[in-house]
């Protein structure tokens, strides 16, 4: 049947948030893969979120096409209805998944900066709640009914649900809240003491504390979780499959820009530097890759091995005519430094301090070239 009632400007404010969010998705993987040259778990775990959202917004379409946004009334076919509960419900699975995956995800992130214990058995405290009630949801929410299938079709005869779902909603719900608003408010615990500009500070702060709006559209969202229990079900949940998107993507969208802080502060230093066009030809920065928390190491070859931290020598072997110079170059970094990129060199800089003190590992690379 065609597409009516709310349903079409929900399936487009749906795909809206998609695009917009895949923007961000491409931005980070590039400023990951070309300016930080380091790939970690936060970065796959966060593209998983964003696979969740796809398919979330892919069966909502679906659901709209039999009559999702639609007063059950006005389904003639009593099958188009059955269809279009089964394919709103299977996308509220994805949604509810992606929620917490996508809090995961900074989670991760956040784990790559912080350096005290009690830091991270918070953090690791908030994802595992997060998590713990996200699973609970999905697993309410598909066996509220006996059988599980009578929550989409109602003809089955003798079916009934003996669970009410929307408590366990309300806890996800505001389980998500917090969490957006903790993980927003908690990067200022370990980055306003830092002795590092003002200015920086703040706009590092402000980027990382993006996630207020995703708490905001968790807020209206948890508004909407009574429409569960609706009897119009499939035009009265238009608010909270929309707020659910919503929440998700500015979650994702939220996430990337800090990340993306060393992509957008090379053209903004452009833009504003009086020697815009000095900036231009400066080559890339020499931080080396590391492997990152559960991640990847990509390698790459400095352009000019020398400066503090590097040790190169360098051996000569005649044979008649000819000869080989062999360099061997080391280069100690601290861990993290993909992260520590985000924040720039002052804190870098305090991380160095900790690690001459004992409390950090220095890595060491070896690069060997010949030449004839």
């Known amino acids: ?52 959202l796809l398919m979330y917004t892919i069966f909502i379409t679906i659901s709209a096409t039999y009559g999702f946004g639609q007063s ?14 089964f394919f709103e419900a299977i996308g509220q699975l994805f949604a509810v998944t992606g929620m917490a995956v996508a809090k995961w995800s900074l989670g991760l992130f956040l784990l790559r900066i912080v350096t005290l214990t009690w830091h991270k058995v918070i953090i690791w405290g908030v994802m595992t709640t997060l998590m713990g009630a996200s699973i609970s949801v999905c697993f309410v929410f598909m066996l509220q009914c006996t059988p599980p299938a009578y929550l989409w079709d109602r003809r089955i005869p003798g079916g009934f649900c003996h669970i009410d779902s929307t408590p366990v909603s309300f806890l996800l719900c505001i389980s998500c809240v917090v969490a957006d608003f903790f993980f927003a408010l908690f990067p200022w615990i370990f980055i306003w003491g830092l002795q590092m500009n003002q200015r920086e500070k703040v706009v590092i702060l402000v980027s990382m504390s993006l996630g207020v709006l995703a708490g905001a559209c968790g807020i209206w969202r948890t508004l909407e979780v009574p429409q569960l229990s609706s009897p119009d079900y499939l035009r009265d949940t238009v608010g909270l499959i929309v707020w659910s998107a919503a929440e998700i993507a ?75 110079t062999y360099a061997l170059a080391r280069a100690a970094k601290e861990p993290n430094s993909s992260d520590e990129e985000i924040l720039g060199p ?27």
């Open 1 to 52: 049947m065609p597409i009516g009632g709310a349903g079409p400007s929900s399936v487009a404010a749906m795909w809206s948030l998609t695009t917009v969010t895949l923007i961000f998705v491409l931005l980070r993987m590039y400023t990951r893969y070309f300016y930080i040259h380091s790939i970690g778990i936060d970065d796959h775990v966060y593209n998983f979120a964003f696979l969740l």
């Open 250 to 324: 500015v979650t994702m969208i939220c996430i990337s820009i800090p990340v993306c802080r060393p992509l957008y502060k090379k053209y903004i230093d452009k833009l504003t530097s009086t020697g815009g066009s000095k900036g231009h030809d400066n080559p890339p920065s020499h931080d080396m890759p590391l492997r990152t928390f559960g991640g990847s190491t990509m390698h790459r070859l400095p352009e000019e091995a020398s400066g503090p931290g590097y040790n190169i020598a360098n051996s000569t072997h005649k044979l008649g005519s000819s000869s080989k």
């Open 346 to 372: 002052e804190y870098r800089h305090l991380r160095g301090k900790q690690t001459e003190e004992g409390n950090g590992i220095y890595v060491t690379q070896e690069y060997r070239v010949s030449s004839t």
């Open 72 to 85: 059950m009334a006005n389904i003639e076919d009593p099958q188009d209805m059955v269809n279009a509960v």
